[in-house]
């Protein structure tokens, strides 16, 4: 099978560098014809040479840049999951070391996944993970100012950033409308989410379906500040508390407020916005791992007992 590597080089701090992931895609006898960083202005061009699959190696920010950049999408794309948060893999249910995961793949195996489309004042941006409002752009705003953490310390610090966040955040003046019906009133803030988990690793879309064709609104009410600090602590306990709206085309309308399409956030100091968000035609096509055999005989001889 011949493959395009598609790798953050930063990921070589924890142990993952390109020498490291071509030795693991050694080990299933995959031919990496081409190796790109995501951070290369190239990556649009080696995106559309012929490759029988695609290699996405490193975080969230990185597998964004790929699967939206990716020109022919029924080309699958193999996730190596490097990042922190990892919310694009923790949604798929993708998870392991490179090691692990390449004598797991076959590229017939794949699951479809949504990209969402956002139409503002500056053009149309794709998305992979969430366009928002108010509350998470602010939290990227202060994580951007500090030195990122590594590992789960990092995933400590955004969430407790978040509850900070949360504590200082002001209500502001929405106007949501979600296949034609209008929701307009003062929140901390609102998701437009394409996949399950967000942020620093939030299942905030609890009830997301990655390939529906549809968007998950989540709106932040200011009466559940404290609840939604509380849900923080233990957030895979139990669903957040928050308004969950689920349709095909969403529209978005404030001003003087931070909005991020993904991992970017922008001002918008002084200005009124209008963004329409809707999920591409064309989903993409991502490898799903298979159980290893022994795992397979493992759990049917624990069922058994």
């Known amino acids: 099978m011949r493959a395009l590597l598609c790798h953050n080089p930063t990921a070589g701090t ?14 299933a006898d995959i031919d990496v014809r081409d190796v790109i960083s995501v951070k290369s202005e190239d990556l649009a061009e080696a995106l559309k040479k012929s490759a029988d699959f695609v290699v996405a190696a490193g975080g969230d920010g990185t ?59 500056w053009g149309t941006t794709l998305f992979l993970e969430a366009f928002g409002v108010g509350l998470i752009p602010d939290l990227l705003r202060l994580a951007a100012k ?11 610090k955004g969430r407790q950033l978040l509850q900070k966040t949360l504590k200082d955040a002001k209500p502001i003046e929405l106007e949501i409308t979600i296949d034609g019906k209008q929701m307009r009133g003062e ?22 379906d990655v390939a529906d064709g549809k968007l998950d609104v989540i709106c932040f009410e200011a009466d559940q500040r404290k609840a939604l600090i509380a849900w923080l602590e233990a957030p895979l306990d139990e669903a957040p508390p928050v308004i969950c709206r689920k349709g095909e085309k969403v529209q978005v309308t404030w001003a003087d407020v931070p909005n991020r399409i993904d991992d970017k956030f922008f001002e918008n100091k002084d200005s009124k916005q209008v963004a329409e968000i809707v999920c591409e035609p064309d989903q993409v096509h991502i490898v799903v791992p298979l159980k290893h055999p022994a795992q397979v005989a493992q759990q049917a001889k624990a069922k058994s007992a």
Not at 93 to 106: D, H
Not at 146 to 156: M, Q, T, Y
Not at 196 to 204: D, K, V, Y
């Open 14 to 27: 924890k142990g993952y560098d390109k020498d490291a992931l071509l030795a693991a895609l050694k080990l």
């Open 63 to 121: 597998i964004g840049r790929v699967l939206t950049n990716l020109p022919d999408r029924s080309v699958p794309v193999a996730l190596f999951p490097l990042g922190t948060a990892n919310n694009a893999a923790r949604s798929l249910g993708i998870a392991g070391t490179p090691q692990e995961l390449v004598e797991t793949w076959k590229i017939e195996n794949t699951r479809p996944l949504d990209i969402g489309s956002v139409k503002g004042s």
């Open 187 to 208: 929140f901390l803030g609102v998701e437009v989410l394409n996949i399950p988990f967000t942020g620093p690793a939030l299942p905030l879309g609890s009830k997301a």
């Open 146 to 156: 500090g030195k990122k953490p590594e590992g789960a310390d990092n995933l400590r």
